[in-house]
């Protein structure tokens, strides 16, 4: 395999910048290139070293010899400074002097083949780089830790020890009487593992929206105050606010931090019955947005409710879906209306009195049991799906009394589909997708 290279820093200007260098060569690559105290060709691993690179700048660089580095091979990295033209002439000289530009995500892909992660692992690593929020954040890191990894083997070893019984079984087809593999302990342990696969993807709602966001539409009459709200949970004038009715016309989204879960508010065109072709457009995006989304606050005019929640909500498919209604403008009231509860809540968007309201969605996410494993990439919730389905098979054979060899077959799906999360079972299409979404350097 050839030795790559990479800068894994981002792309720009910055006081350092760190290119790193990946394969069996990389250690006398960089050492035909650096000058320190020392040549690094003795270099142990976990060193570093200072020294110079000549005409270009001054450099420290991290020794790690395989196996105990990221991707298992012989890996340095240059920390040098952080100037474009530096960078550059870096990586030009390292590959004149053999490295290989690295493709996208290769650095990950080559600890996964080295069997330093395995493939969700993996995936968690990009998670981990995009995570924008203190929640999806926190289920990267379980999953980098081995969280899914570790569920999924165990399940994985117990489904093989079964399928091995089976298949001895087919082994010894002329003596029809033999039977290695209990039935009845089968049937047991196919309706655990569907009872243990079936938590898993019961989690994939919230771990998708924690990682990508839950996604909040704000629907409503016009003049609501939709806008007021979406600019008070932003905090900055970001929607246009007018008493005139029918200001907002597109969509407009913006994501919020709060208590360490990432939000996307999406204020939408007020709701009513017009003529104006694009306002109509911007009204079809406005059901389609609440279709979408996870909650939808449905906010009202509290000193004028002339439009009922079913006018407004008639064409949207609501079902599973959160709504809080959300009665704005209280200041206009005569008499402060008594408060609020888990489906309700009355506030004023225009002096942003919104604290409540933010309790109030964070109050409204499924509670994480502490240590409970979220699913959160599609890849693996859909595999998981499968599995699901091979395994409820298998109990439909066992009911049906088939042979043996039909249910080693489900088997063998089940495993497979489990194995495709960890990468036990993959194909270079399915690696070549997933690596090529990271970015250079990782
Ligand atoms: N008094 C009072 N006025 C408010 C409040 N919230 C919004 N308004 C006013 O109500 C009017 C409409 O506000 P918007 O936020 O533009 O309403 P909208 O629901 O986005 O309206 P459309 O975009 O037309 O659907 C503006 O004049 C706001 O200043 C509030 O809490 N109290
Ligand atoms: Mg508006």
Redesign the pocket.
Known sequence: MSTICAISTPAGIGGIAVVRVSGKDAISIVDSLFEGKHSLATAKGYSMHYGTIADLDDAVVSIFRAPHSFTGEDVVEISCHGSLFIQQELLHRLTGAGCKPAQPGEFTKRAFLNGKIDLSQAEAVADLISAQSKAAHNIALSHIRGGVSERLNHLREQLLKITSLLELELDFADHEELEFADRSELSKLAHEIDLHIGKLVSTFKLGNALKNGISVAII?P???????LLNALVGEDRAI????????RDTIEETVSIDGILFRFI?T??IRQTDNQIESIGIDRSRKAAEKADIILY?LDSANMDTTKDDILKDIDTIDKTIITIY??V??LQEQPCISNDNEIYL????GDIEPLRKLLVKHLPNETPNEILISNTRHYEALCLAQSAIRRVQQGLQQNLSGELLSMDLHDCLDALGEITGEITSEDVLGNIFSHFCIGK
């Open positions: 409503g016009t003049n609501a105050g939709k806008s007021t606010v007018s008493d005139i009715h029918g200001t907002t204020d065109a007020g906010v704005n403008k200041d206009l004023s968007a225009k002096h």
